[in-house]
């Protein structure tokens, strides 16, 4: 899809926030400073669009992208940072898991984790909450370009593995510096947005 018209059109704690428009959604879904935000910048072509900050845990609400007036990119709270209280984290818990079990308009689900290493007990468990509401997955591998040519098979069939993936889920290795993966990240959302 190109892209030349975006905007943020809310950023909600609860679903009688969500937007109304009924425009296809997809979710960005990882662990604090994985790379969220620079997956979503660069699939729209934007520098820092999507705010992209050096401090873990910013993002503390779901921001709803409209995306060309055709579908929302809907940027989740990221999870795992320690520095938030714990009372924090199961209030942003329960209002990722409400937005993912009840939203109709949500037709898949990208979610980040770190290529440099295997997937953390965090990163399962979400995929495994993914399964349970029976959503699509894609699982995007970041920061691919920190990872030697020669190992990047090993690393996917590390994330594969360890995450446990489903024949019907799919893994791309994403670099935000030379846009590797970003063609077939785009690929499977317009996809799962026209499903």
């Known amino acids: 899809m190109q892209v030349h018209n975006v905007d943020l059109t809310i950023s909600a704690v609860s679903p009688s926030q969500y937007p109304s428009q009924g425009y296809p959604e ?25 705010r992209t900050s050096s401090q ?18 809907v940027d989740v709270p990221g999870y795992g940072y320690a520095k938030v209280s714990q009372k924090e984290r ?21 979610s980040l984790v770190d ?23 894609l699982v995007v591998g970041t920061k691919i370009d920190k990872v ?12 594969k593995k360890t995450l446990q993936l489903q ?3 799919e893994l791309v290795l994403f670099s935000a510096l030379d846009k590797t993966g ?10 799962k947005s026209k499903s």
């Open 115 to 137: 290529a440099r290493h295997a997937p953390t007990k965090l990163d399962v468990q979400m995929i495994e909450l993914l399964h349970f509401y029976h959503l699509p997955v």
């Open 182 to 191: 970003k063609d077939q990240v785009w690929n499977w959302i317009e996809k």
């Open 26 to 50: 997809i979710a960005f879904v990882g662990r604090s400073n994985v790379g969220k935000s620079s997956l979503i910048n660069g699939l729209i072509n934007r520098k820092s669009y999507a």
């Open 167 to 169: 024949a019907d889920d």
């Open 90 to 110: 199961d209030k942003w818990g329960r209002m990722i898991e409400t937005y993912l079990s009840s939203r109709e308009q949500l037709r898949g689900v990208v």
């Open 56 to 73: 873990p845990g910013k993002t503390q609400t779901l921001n709803f992208y409209d995306i060309e007036s055709q579908l929302f990119f």
């Open 148 to 159: 030697k040519k020669s190992k990047r098979n090993q690393s996917f069939s590390v994330i």
